[in-house]
């Protein structure tokens, strides 16, 4: 409630002055809680997605070469990829149900924990086969999900786009420190001491959620259609499939899915080809890791939130689709390291911009309440192509090279870009009428 509202709504005279008081504590209270949470929110989930997202992820770069050493081929390793794409497709709208059910922090400390023991697996695996078991907990291992359902919860729909976009400096500040950290560290110590330095990281993030982040985010009226019978419906099919019936929800998807299927595969391919055609070590691999950190802080932390304040989320969705068909064209044609590293900066650019802006747009499209099950949903769809990515990216670079990835990237989006553009002509001629 603004000042405006306190001074100008109607009272009992002999009263005005209690009424102004208890207006004034209850606005001055809640203001001030909600920026504690927020602050204390943001700190957590830096920490929490630096230490149990990229650290650790700084290990699972390795993944790639104690796969190697196990005697993974490309086909194999895309193997593996795909099956913690499925893993993760399955639980992603699960740990979205649970998320808007249990509140923030049981999410948090579910992903954590997940963690955990999936470098503890790790750090222990010497055959093959656990190299594919390590992969389980990762059916709950939605980080970015969770996060994003605080950021959700805490900010106004008009500035969503932006906060959600914040959470990149998180993303960038972990992927330098952890993927420098962890190339340093598998040098030196090897990859299950990166592995164990990872867990550990996971296990000071899990006592940080305990500490700062409070049991539930989401407003009173929200949590109210969460009660009764609907409380015990986690694994209710139904109630996540429902979301899909909103206004323009099935439409976003559809988008969602096609437009980021071919950059999908790039990135899920990106380690072999770092390995195989760039020649890269593990030490390199994770400079590299790091300088695309910095674009993506520059850009998510930066560029997006003064983009959003200034263009509609159609336009940055038309604008985002196509520099992603340019990307792919250039990514048809590279040939060392310095032009991938050119071609980065449009590449994150895209990525950050269509990623932030389409989950903007799908939890605007449905209630409170259900936001973490959105957004639950939302990370199938990168699970999804996760999950078909390595197959077909491993078919593709194997058969016809890098180029065919970039070349089909490039002709997906044009055709999208084109269904998109054509759309919004349609619509303007529809309210000119």
């Not at 899915?257 to 080809?273: K, N, T, W, Y």
């Not at 044609?333 to 389409?358: A, G, K």
């Not at 890098?402 to 001629?429: A, E, H, P, W």
Request: glycine share 8%; aromatic share 10%; proline share 3%.
């Amino acid at each position: 409630m603004d000042v405006f509202t306190v001074l100008c709504h109607p009272y009992p005279s002999d009263r005005k002055e209690e009424w102004l008081t208890e207006e004034a504590l209850r606005t001055s209270e809640s203001w001030t809680r909600s920026r504690t949470i927020e602050s204390s929110c943001c700190i957590v989930v830096g920490l929490d997605m630096s230490m149990t997202l990229r650290v650790p992820l700084s290990a699972t770069s390795e993944i790639e070469y104690l796969a190697k050493k196990l005697g993974f081929d490309t086909l194999w390793f895309g193997y593996l990829q795909t099956m913690v794409g499925v893993v993760q497709l399955l639980g992603g709208p699960v740990f979205g149900r649970f998320a808007d059910l249990f509140g923030a922090r049981m999410a948090l400390s579910l992903v954590c924990t997940s963690t955990i023991v999936f470098f503890l697996l790790l750090a222990t695996a010497e055959t093959p086969a656990m190299l594919f078991i390590h992969k389980l907990p990762t059916v709950f291992m939605h980080v970015l999900p969770a996060s994003q359902m605080v950021v959700t919860d805490l900010s106004e729909p008009e500035k969503r786009a932006d906060a959600l976009s914040k959470l990149g400096l998180c993303f960038g500040i972990g992927m330098i420190a952890g993927s420098t950290l962890g190339g340093q560290l598998s040098k030196l110590y090897g990859e299950r001491f990166a592995a164990c330095f990872g867990a550990a990281g996971s296990a000071f993030s899990l006592l940080l959620v305990f500490k700062f982040i409070p049991k539930t985010t989401k407003a009173e009226t929200a949590r109210g259609d969460t009660t009764g019978d609907n409380k015990k419906s986690v694994f209710s099919l139904g109630e996540i499939t429902r979301l899909m019936k909103f206004p323009g929800v099935t439409q976003t998807f559809i988008i969602k899915i096609v437009a980021g299927l071919p950059s999908g595969i790039f990135q899920v391919m990106f380690s072999i080809i770092a390995l195989d055609f760039f020649k890269l070590q593990p030490e390199e691999n994770g400079y590299l890791m790091a300088y695309f950190g910095i674009i993506q802080m520059v850009i998510q932390g930066g560029v997006i939130g003064r983009l959003t304040a200034r263009y509609s989320e159609n336009s940055l969705l038309l604008l985002s689709i196509g520099v992603s068909s340019m990307v792919g064209l250039a990514q048809a044609y590279i040939q060392n390291v310095f032009q991938f590293c050119l071609n980065i900066i449009p590449m994150m650019f895209s990525l950050s911009v269509f990623n932030v802006i389409t989950d903007t747009m799908l939890t605007k499209s449905v209630p409170s309440s259900d936001t973490g099950t959105m957004l639950g949903l939302c990370a199938s769809v990168q699970s999804l192509l996760r999950t078909v990515g390595p197959t077909i990216g491993g078919f593709l670079y194997v058969n016809y090279g890098i180029s065919s990835i970039g070349l089909i990237q490039c002709f997906v989006n044009i055709g999208m870009f084109v269904y998109l553009l054509q759309r919004r002509q349609n619509k303007t001629d529809e309210q000119r009428k």
